[in-house]
T-cell receptor, first 113, second 112 residues
Framework: QQQVKQSPQSLIVQKGGISIINCAYE??????FPWYQQFPGKGPALLIAIRPDVSEKKEGRFTISFNKSAKQFSLHIMDSQPGDSATYFCAASDSGSARQLTFGSGTQLTVLP | DTAVSQTPKYLVTQMGNDKSIKCEQNLGHDTMYWYKQDSKKFLKIMFSYNNKELIINETVPNRFSPKSPDKAHLNLHINSLELGDSAVYFC???????????FGPGTRLTVL
């Protein structure tokens, strides 16, 4: 059972464009929704995270939009740069189970120069 | 300074062998995790551990066992390795009850 569904699987964007990655979850007990960025040969690194008491969170060029009623959240990367080319994972956790993360399947983002 | 480190970075071994992967964190965290990333890059939790509680994902074979000599270390022991165990294994840590997890660089295990 895939509790966090992520799309698209891959995304190609021109430099300066907006990259949008979407996730949907099923478990209503989830109360923490992070996005991780992973470069080849490296471990995932936390990019930005949101809790369901807010509908949007922005950090620099990265914004999370959260829709609690639809059980969906998305990552928007404004002014995408070639250095943003990486795999992005959405995830979710709840307050139980030591906050184990349930990950989406990942999106391979390529930003063309 | 490396926050979460793993050794070795690469591990190539024969089917049926027993191997260990070491993980150390210098962040003062008290909860550590092991994740498995398969060939399709799908990340899945295997274990979470603090000094009082071990939570095992129900799909993890009992050939896998975490061992924690102290709060800063959580090693992964794998017995009777199988071809399907080939993957990248990531260690992570967080404060107890905390949300942000810090990941290590990963160990690529190849079982021949």
């Amino acid at each position: 059972q895939q509790q966090v569904k992520q799309s698209p699987q891959s995304l190609i964007v021109q430099k300066g464009g907006i990259s949008i990655i979407n996730c949907a979850y099923e478990n209503t007990a989830f109360d923490y929704f992070p996005w991780y960025q992973q470069f080849p040969g490296k471990g995932p690194a936390l990019l930005i995270a949101i809790r369901p008491d807010v509908s949007e969170k922005k950090e620099g060029r990265f914004t999370i939009s959260f829709n609690k009623s639809a059980k969906q959240f998305s990552l928007h990367i404004m002014d995408s740069q070639p250095g943003d080319s990486a795999t992005y994972f959405c995830a979710a956790s709840d307050s139980g189970s030591a906050r184990q993360l349930t990950f989406g399947s990942g999106t391979q983002l390529t930003v063309l120069p | 300074d490396t926050a979460v480190s793993q050794t070795p970075k690469y591990l190539v071994t024969q089917m049926g062998n027993d191997k260990s992967i070491k993980c150390e964190q210098n962040l003062g965290h008290d909860t550590m995790y092991w994740y498995k990333q398969d060939s399709k890059k799908f990340l899945k939790i295997m274990f979470s551990y603090n000094n009082k509680e071990l939570i095992i994902n129900e799909t993890v074979p009992n050939r896998f066992s975490p061992k924690s000599p102290d709060k800063a270390h959580l090693n992964l022991h794998i017995n009777s390795l199988e071809l399907g165990d080939s993957a990248v294994y990531f260690c992570a840590s967080s404060i107890r009850g905390g949300s942000e997890q810090f990941f290590g660089p990963g160990t690529r295990l190849t079982v021949l």
